[in-house]
């Protein structure tokens, strides 16, 4: 695998949305949870590297999600 890519989903709480940051041209997501959100990355990055980069073999893709917890101490 010569190419590496990542998605990382991105918590908004005021929407209640996971939304993507990537380097994968034209991938844009936006779900209500996480295991949506892994199965658009299997579906449409890739078309999106094919058409985008013409890469047609195996990529490796790093998957991260981020949120952040604001909490009391007690």
Do not use: C
């Not at 590297?49 to 073999?57: G, P, T, V």
């Amino acid at each position: 695998m010569a190419h590496s890519f990542y998605v990382k989903a991105i918590w908004d709480p005021e929407a209640s949305v996971w939304y993507s940051e990537s380097d994968i041209p034209g991938l844009v997501l936006q779900t209500d949870t996480l295991e949506e959100f892994e199965d658009l990355i299997r579906h449409f990055a890739p078309d999106l590297l094919a058409s985008n980069l013409d890469i047609h073999e195996p990529v490796a893709i790093r998957f991260e999600a981020s949120r952040q917890l604001d909490l009391v101490a007690a």
